[in-house]
């Protein structure tokens, strides 16, 4: 495992963290964080995890501090991680469900008009996530949350909401504390911040974790837009917040520590956009401004611009993409052989199957994993030797992952080293 990796556990371990005299954080019981205000006759949950069993633990938690009833459940944007775990808030509380009215862009929750291909997205997401893969060994931690916890009922506790808001900034009074909910576009369209101002405690959703940002997840998302992404870190700044509370990982406390990381966020997709953008004027390929593309080493070295989640070369091919198609420039690429005729054609051109599994060998050998499995693909696509190249496939699979700091590209590479194995029982 990467040696970065291994910190995690400790740095994801369980706690309520007092954000003020009147404000919580469940921190380390979930994928994602939860929120507790405690209002005049009842409290306000920002934000109710993926699980309804991690819901109940924070929920036990919230219990010791007061028992007053949850009045409101203010969510930030609608991703799973972040909505399932309402009804257990709720309890018999019967609170109003606030949020924003756009939509998420994201199939798996919100009904789009034509259908789209649910089955691959679900499969992927299993992977990316890692989910049922085994604590320690294979899953550590998401990257921005603990490995560690219940999975029982996920996406089980959703609710709908009882209250849309549609307007760019919206005062609201609940339980005697003032807030503002403030659109804010970033990780999601519907991404709705809320802002405490007697206290200066901004909750910021998934437009801030500590890791370099998810601006594309191979779980199979929608273009997020990256200069909109950017300027709501500007947006963000601009509350000038004390205490900046994120959908993931730990608060940020101090005005300046939070300019400091929300600048460092918009500088680091400013670089992403300016770099690929110019890259692509000069000519470049997809493939090859994938490769190019790095942030500066004064970034990279940031503990909240990490790789853990997100994907430098991810955010470069997801720019291309979303800006400009598929198709890389290059003529070669308009008729591209098939997979399957070009693998035959090179597996022919290197002497044979024999002399592939030499260089696989050797790949192995060295640690050159990736070009072990483009080479074992090709075996694969031709189906010469295929069990023996598939089971190969998934033990190149596993040792690549150990290096990995991306948690999403570990558990995507064990997860299918799995399905491999277990299609040859
Ligand atoms: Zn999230």
Redesign the pocket.
């Known amino acids: 495992m990467h040696p970065e990796l291994k910190a995690h556990p400790d740095y994801f371990r369980r706690e309520i963290v007092q954000l003020a005299d009147n404000v919580y954080q469940a921190f380390g019981f979930a994928?994602?964080n939860v929120y507790m205000i405690v209002g005049d006759d009842g409290v306000i949950i920002i934000d109710t995890t993926e699980t309804t069993a991690a819901a109940a633990n924070i929920l036990a938690e919230f219990r010791k501090i007061t028992d007053l009833p949850v009045k409101t459940i203010i969510l930030t944007h609608t991703?799973r991680?972040?909505v399932s775990g309402a009804a257990i808030f709720a309890g018999d509380d019967a609170p109003q469900v606030i949020k924003s009215e756009r939509n998420s862009d994201d199939p798996l929750i919100d009904a789009t008009e034509h259908p789209r291909a649910t089955k691959a997205m679900q499969a992927r997401t299993k992977r990316q996530f890692g989910i049922g893969l085994s604590y320690p060994d294979e899953i550590i931690g998401i990257g921005v949350g603990p490995g560690d916890r219940p999975l029982k009922g996920m996406g089980a506790g959703m609710m709908e909401p009882t209250r849309l808001i549609s307007d760019d900034r919206t005062c609201i009074a609940l339980s005697g504390i003032d807030l503002e909910l403030v659109m804010a576009p970033g990780e999601t369209p519907d991404h709705m911040v809320v802002w405490y101002p007697e206290k200066k405690i901004l909750f910021s959703g998934?437009n801030f974790y500590r890791s370099f940002p998810n601006l594309y997840a191979i779980r199979g998302t929608a273009y997020r837009d990256f200069d909109t992404w950017a300027d709501t870190m500007e947006l963000l700044m601009g509350f000038k917040p004390e205490v900046l509370g994120p959908?993931?990982t730990k608060a940020v406390f101090g005005a300046a520590a939070i300019r400091d990381v929300l600048g460092d966020y918009r500088d680091a997709i400013r670089h992403v956009v300016d770099a690929t953008r110019a890259g692509m004027d000069a000519g470049l390929t997809i493939d090859e401004l994938a490769h190019a593309v790095k942030l500066p080493p004064e970034l990279a070295s940031k503990p909240h611009l990490r790789e853990y989640y997100g994907r430098v070369d991810f955010a470069v091919r997801a720019y291309f993409v979303g800006t400009m198609g598929w198709f890389d420039g290059n003529p070669t690429s308009l008729g591209a052989l098939s997979p399957k005729d070009e693998a035959e054609r090179m597996i022919r051109l290197a002497g044979g199957g024999e002399a592939v599994w030499g260089e696989i060998g050797t790949a192995r050998a060295d640690g050159d994993y990736q070009w072990a499995l483009q080479l074992l693909d090709r075996l694969i696509l031709v189906d010469m030797d295929g069990d023996r190249a598939r089971l190969a496939k998934a033990e190149v699979l596993r040792d690549h992952a150990v290096g990995q700091i991306n948690c999403p590209t570990r558990h995507y590479y064990i997860q299918c080293a799995r399905e491999l194995e277990q299609s040859d029982d």
């Open positions: 994928a994602s991703h991680d972040h998934d959908g993931h």
